[in-house]
């Protein structure tokens, strides 16, 4: 699909939605519990696309959409050409490469690390917490010795590319730490399975060249990944600290708990961030993806170039270009 049809599609298919949802979001509590319209899965970025074949394997299957997100965005994860994300992920300014994940599913379950450095998957530790402990998030030290005790093993995550690209880094006596946004592409994956239940995933290497300790948006949850399933799922790309916040995902999530389609739900958000910092809002970059009960689906963006990945019956896993604000 060209671009422009495929914003044209979104634009229709979020003004479709805007027109009816009010009505089936208010019902959702007596949604039939079999997804009638067939499992789907979003991704954002174009690595989304081959996270979303892995995810697909299990959802066609009539599999759980919990165990589709996690096994789709384990596939960037490994990938060390992808370096927002996993093995390859651009390191912080001390060289460090260190990953921050969540997950939750349909019961409100949730998993989180942050800060985690030498595992290839924090998405799978993410799950482990959540399944394993009491707690919703563990950090730095604490999470790298919970992987190791599950039977992870350590891996250098910084490839060598990553490694040259940080040392030119370094070189740049010019470089201001402002945010740049061509350079911090999460995965965010949020998927609705054949029994019409939701779950979602967002993992990262976070911003390039952050201080060390930094924290995104993207293992918190309702920043960067929220999931109700009575009503929906959202998930954030982009500067999180804009995203953390206006609680971004949560707010999606509730805005089309009232009525909002998803597309109108990620633009309301959007605009949120502009109204608060409109000067700054212009020179960075957060996208929402949100996807409803219904599997209707909707994304906005502050700048042009986001993008993101569907797979469902009705979509065959091509990029969808997000409409913006600028
Ligand atoms: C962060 N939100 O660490 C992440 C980075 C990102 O697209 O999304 N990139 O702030």
């Known amino acids: 699909m060209a671009s422009s049809s495929r ?5 229709q298919t979020s003004l479709f939605a805007g027109l009816f949802s009010f009505r089936k979001v208010a019902s959702a509590s007596s949604v039939a519990p079999v997804n009638p319209s067939g499992p789907i899965v979003l991704s954002t ?3 989304g696309i081959p996270a979303n074949v892995a995810a697909w394997e299990i959802l066609a299957k009539g599999g759980r959409s919990l165990d589709a997100v996690e096994a789709g965005v384990r596939i960037p994860e490994a990938d060390p050409n992808v370096t927002s994300v996993g093995l390859g992920g651009y390191p912080d300014r001390d060289g460090h490469v260190t990953l921050d994940a969540c997950i939750m599913d349909e019961f409100a379950n949730c998993g989180s690390v942050a800060c985690l450095e030498h595992i290839v998957h924090p998405i799978s530790i993410a799950r482990l917490v959540m399944e394993k402990t009491p707690h919703v ?15 992870y093993k350590k ?8 490694e040259q690209h940080w040392k030119e880094w370094l070189k740049d006596a010019n470089y201001k730490p402002v945010v740049n946004w061509e350079n911090h592409d999460t ?14 995933a967002c993992t990262t290497s976070g911003m390039a060249y952050k201080l060390h300790g930094r924290v995104g948006d993207s293992p918190i949850i309702g920043a960067g990944l929220y999931v109700d399933n009575e009503v929906g799922a959202a998930t954030a790309t982009g500067v999180g600290e804009e995203v953390i916040r206006i609680c971004g995902s949560h707010l999606v999530v509730e805005l089309m708990r009232q009525g909002a389609s998803p597309g109108d739900a990620c633009r309301e958000a959007v605009e949120r961030i502009v109204k608060k910092q409109p000067q ?10 949100a996807l409803n009960k219904h599997g ?6 502050l700048q042009k170039g986001f993008n993101f990945a569907v797979k469902s019956d009705l979509h065959d896993n091509s990029l969808f270009d997000s409409k913006s604000h600028y």
């Not at 998030?137 to 039977?151: P, Q, R, T």
């Not at 965010?188 to 779950?199: H, Q, V, Y």
Request: hydrophobic residues 40%; proline residues 2%; glycine residues 14%.
């Open 7 to 11: 914003r044209r599609f979104i634009y």
């Open 45 to 47: 970025w174009s690595h």
């Open 137 to 151: 998030m563990l950090v730095g030290e604490g999470a790298l010795k919970f992987a190791l005790d599950n039977g």
């Open 155 to 162: 891996t250098n995550l910084l490839t060598p590319e990553s």
């Open 187 to 200: 995965i965010g994956m949020i998927a609705l399975d054949s029994k019409g239940n939701l779950s979602g």
């Open 280 to 289: 700054r809002s212009k020179e960075l970059q957060v996208g929402f993806l």
């Open 296 to 301: 209707e689906f909707g994304s906005f963006c």
